[in-house]
């Protein structure tokens, strides 16, 4: 089976809507999966990494 994630679609969904955005930290523009939210900050890929908070270890 192909995977469908890739393509931007998920499986027996479709494809997602994509919403442009400014990354509240570099400035650069980007496309988000949701409708970004007045006065909540939107973060490219890039930048997204740098504000998730690090999963413990499962070990």
């Known amino acids: 089976m192909a995977n469908d994630y890739k393509s931007g679609g998920r499986r027996g969904f479709g494809p997602r809507e ?5 990354c509240a930290d570099c400035g650069k523009e980007c496309e988000v999966p949701f409708k970004p939210t ?3 900050p939107v ?8 504000h998730r908070p690090e999963r413990p270890s499962r070990y």
Request: with cysteine; glycine share 6%.
């Open 38 to 40: 007045e006065g909540r």
């Open 18 to 22: 994509m919403h442009k955005a400014t």
């Open 43 to 50: 973060y490219c890929r890039e930048c997204f990494q740098k």
